[in-house]
Nanobody, 115 residues
Framework: QVQLVESGGGLVQAGGSLRLSCAVSGSIVSINTMGWYRQAPGKQRELVARITSGGLTNYADSVKGRFTISRDNAKNTVYLQMISLKPEDTAVYYC?????????WGQGTQVTVSS
């Protein structure tokens, strides 16, 4: 059974920073892509950033230059460093991992940015 445990969300003022973590545990051989998505109230879930097993990254235009995704393969953990946060970044953030055979979602962590 594969589990994803997210942490690091919270309430922060505009301009502040947060670092999200997503630790993967369970019966998993290798992870290909790891990513972060977010869903704001009344909106569809959208890609924030993702990183391949080789370290290639891509970002949503709205977060480029402010968010950085990274991964620690030894710990099966993916991170999202967020700086210069804006109220429009307020959402539930989910991590997603993809293996050769399947994909798995985390339970989500709330990020709230006050103006």
């Amino acid at each position: 059974q594969v589990q994803l445990v997210e942490s690091g969300g919270g309430l922060v003022q505009a301009g502040g920073s947060l670092r999200l973590s997503c630790a993967v545990s369970g019966s998993i051989v290798s992870i290909n892509t790891m990513g972060w998505y977010r869903q704001a109230p009344g909106k569809q879930r959208e890609l924030v950033a993702r990183i391949t097993s080789g370290g290639l990254t891509n970002y949503a235009d709205s977060v480029k230059g402010r968010f950085t995704i990274s991964r620690d393969n030894a710990k099966n953990t993916v991170y999202l460093q967020m700086i210069s946060l804006k109220p429009e970044d307020t959402a539930v953030y989910y991590c997603l991992i993809a293996t050769m055979d399947d994909s798995y979602w985390g339970q989500g962590t709330q990020v709230t940015v006050s103006s």
